[in-house]
Nanobody, 123 residues
Framework: QLQLVESGGGLVQPGGSLRLSCAAS????????IGWFRRAPGKARQAVAC????????NIARSLKGRFLVSRDNAKNTVDLQMNNLRPEDTAVYYCAAGGVCDSRLLSDYTYWGQGAQVTVSS
């Protein structure tokens, strides 16, 4: 059973940055496609980005391109989501997930999910 843990959430002012990490213990994330998703209060879950295991291909939601970046840190066994120039509308619980398909469709049909990390953007 793959257990994912998100970290790095918190409160940040508009225009600030945060870096979330998705980690797993005892299992390498390198063999999994990893997706990032978010759910804002009162809204449906939204795909943020994903990184493909096979070739490292990265897909980022069109509305977030230029501000959000995804990267793998194989040494730390994490997949990180770098969020820059944050806006109040980025406030949400952010989830990482593993075991799904990663392509430009940014589907959410993943097998394993973390518990989520709260990101609040407010002055």
């Amino acid at each position: 059973q793959l257990q994912l843990v998100e970290s790095g959430g918190g409160l940040v002012q508009p225009g600030g940055s945060l870096r979330l990490s998705c980690a797993a213990s005892e299992v390498s994330l390198g063999g999994y496609n990893i997706g990032w998703f978010r759910r804002a209060p009162g809204k449906a879950r939204q795909a943020v980005a994903c990184v493909r295991s096979r070739d490292g291909n990265i897909n980022i939601a069109r509305s977030l391109k230029g501000r959000f970046l995804v990267s793998r840190d194989n040494a730390k066994n994490t997949v990180d989501l770098q969020m820059n120039n944050l806006r109040p509308e980025d406030t949400a619980v952010y989830y990482c997930a593993a075991g799904g398909v990663c392509d430009s469709r940014l589907l959410s049909d993943y097998t394993y999910w973390g518990q989520g990390a709260q990101v609040t953007v407010s002055s």
